[in-house]
């Protein structure tokens, strides 16, 4: 399995970004792809997660209604929408795979992902 994270960069406050993670090496009808990032001196936050098959989505309360997950199974590709980005969103974005999913796809307990992309980093300027 290889997921390719990529689209970061620097922008500045209330812009928007979005990122994309490109899935391949296997079936992921019944994974549930999670977004994280880890801002420096941080630990890792969970941002939400989306199921490949039905697409239900659960999105972290510090981003919800600025930030959308979405998936393209024709692509194989799980996208992050972020809007009205702000200083505090500044981090590493990570994808990652969890090929035995619970039935709530809201825990974000890193643990729970079997793969993990390498990672784009996201910054954003006051």
């Known amino acids: 399995v290889q997921l390719q994270a990529s689209g970061g960069g620097l922008v500045q406050a209330g812009d928007s970004l979005r990122l994309s993670c490109a899935a391949s090496?296997?079936?992921?009808?019944?994974?549930?792809m999670g977004w994280f990032r880890q801002a420096p001196g941080k630990e890792r936050e969970f941002v939400g997660a989306?199921?490949?098959?039905?697409?239900?989505?659960y999105h972290a309360d510090s981003v919800k209604g600025r930030f959308i997950i979405s998936r393209d199974n024709t692509k194989n590709t799980v996208y992050l929408q972020m809007v009205s980005l702000k200083p505090e969103d500044t981090a590493v974005y990570y994808c990652?795979?969890?090929?035995?999913?619970?039935?709530?796809?809201?825990?974000?307990?890193?643990?729970?992902?079997?793969?993990w992309g390498r990672g784009t980093l996201v910054t954003v300027s006051s």
């Open positions: 090496g296997r079936t992921f009808s019944s994974y549930v």
């Open positions: 990652a795979a969890d090929q035995d999913p619970p039935l709530f796809i809201g825990l974000g307990n890193a643990r729970d992902y079997d793969y």
């Open positions: 989306i199921r490949w098959s039905g697409g239900n989505t």
